[in-house]
DNA sequence: CTGTTTAATTTGTCATACAAATAAATCAAA
DNA sequence: TTTGATTTATTTGTATGACAAATTAAACAG
């Protein structure tokens, strides 16, 4: 049953968001039932029509379903709508389960070498300067002991860039969601202990790869840099299959 | 500027639809301003609350921005859910247009053969059998002059099943996408004058390896499903990289 | 016990009023 | 004249109350 946190819960936004959460956390179960528009939207304290345009949101997600008298449901999460930024963001706390963050890394094991791929034969000239730029920045040296630290704001916009090179419209629209996605992984392999300096290479492999109009080398490139975050989250190798440009 | 066809347009279904067509279409170009709700509610003589309702679909579909005392604008295509299933059976039309035509095509090869492979791994007894079944029922011999036909329906059940039997979320996700897309990329490939045949052969080497185990294989077949739809069509080669397995 | 009818519940739609936000127009001052 | 603040008008956002439509559950007749 819903049991309301005292005060924070205020407008649309925190509503829609404290539903979300209680779904994907679990506390509201597959199949369980959410209480009529009326009783909920005196629960919060607002109008129906308020809490209409929420369930109506998270319908649209694929969280809940609606049916007249039956009432609102909670669906189960082969339904919700995980590409969708705020579905994954709420999602966070799934990454400790495996499944969750294994499809994930899958995810961008079979997008981004593909997208990187297909960014050295079509970037543009700001693509490129974009993506450049991007890595530029992606390194704050000069830290106490000379160590090699990681811009993380850099490091999404280097992904981000690349994808959307690919030109690809559906791709771009994936990105989305691994754009959301990099912000945990990174941060759980941030909390590895790491030599960011084999990641630098990486990196900079697709770089030069794309500059080069070298497809395969981007590939090549970006499936390293994945493999290292795979390998600093430590999880086992995922039955992806990659090509082998190792030499390249 | 927005004009109305005759009486067709009476429930919401409706509405949201013709609107989503006019945009996708380009009747309403991007930046277009849309009049205000209620002028709109009675040109489609409905209510304020409907067209607010439908508007919010709209806009969570990336087709529409909204914004207080501006309006309602349309957005342009990179901000379109292109991976909703509405929204991309809405744009079917836009199919003869290579780009999207493309895109989505690239996406097909991106994916699927992944999937494929992943299945082969992953893939239960009941997963085996769906996939089986559908691969039984996509092929009606018998007709006039011994020609083999396809039954679209179950062809696209057979690629489903595959992506389901992947296990992973995202991918079963996109897999949405893939479904609306096969019934037009299949009706595409079905006008012109092809030989059933090479695909059935190249279907039957999907399903024979993922039955045994053999996830190169799986990919590979599904390679070869994919490049036969694209030569098919009549489309150039696209930049993507494909493995090569074809000894197995 | 079975099939039909009735009643109750819940979402869906409508109409109206007002709040909040923002663009455009007006006006004041340098 | 130009600039900056102030007012006004327009449009979306929220609230409220009423009724429609759909569907479950209960009551009832055979």
New binding site residues.
């Given amino acids: 049953m819903l049991c309301l946190p005292e005060g924070t819960i205020t407008?649309?936004k925190n509503i829609t968001e404290y539903l979300a959460r209680q779904i994907i956390g679990g506390q509201l179960k597959y199949n369980e039932i959410?209480p009529?528009?009326?009783d909920f939207a005196a629960k919060f304290g607002?109008?129906?029509?308020?809490i209409?345009?929420v369930?109506k949101n998270l319908e649209m997600k694929g969280l809940i379903e609606?049916?007249?008298?039956?009432?609102?449901r909670v669906r189960n999460i082969q339904s919700w709508n995980l590409l969708d930024e705020e579905v994954l963001n709420w999602s966070a706390g799934l990454l400790t389960q495996n499944r969750f963050l294994l499809s994930l890394l899958e995810l961008r094991l079979i997008v981004e070498p593909q997208a990187a791929a297909l960014a050295a034969v079509r970037a543009n000239d700001s693509d490129l300067q974009l993506i450049s730029e991007n890595f530029a920045h992606m390194w704050n040296s000069g830290m106490p002991g000379n160590e090699v630290t990681l811009n993380t704001e850099a490091d999404i916009a280097f992904h981000k860039a690349i994808i959307k090179a690919s030109g690809n419209l559906f791709i771009s629209q994936i990105g989305g969601a691994i754009q959301a996605a990099l912000h945990h992984t990174i941060y759980l392999s941030n909390k590895a202990n790491i030599d960011h300096k084999k990641s630098l290479d990486c990196h900079r492999r697709v770089l030069t790869a794309i500059e080069n109009r070298n497809s395969e080398g981007a590939y090549a490139g970006m499936c390293c840099v994945l493999q290292n975050t795979i390998a600093d989250i430590g999880l086992q190798s995922t039955g992806v299959i990659l090509s082998d440009f190792s030499g390249m």
Same sequence: chains 1, 2.
């Fill in positions: 407008n649309k959410i009529n528009e009326i607002v109008s129906r029509t308020m209409r345009d369930l609606r049916k007249t008298n039956v009432g609102t």
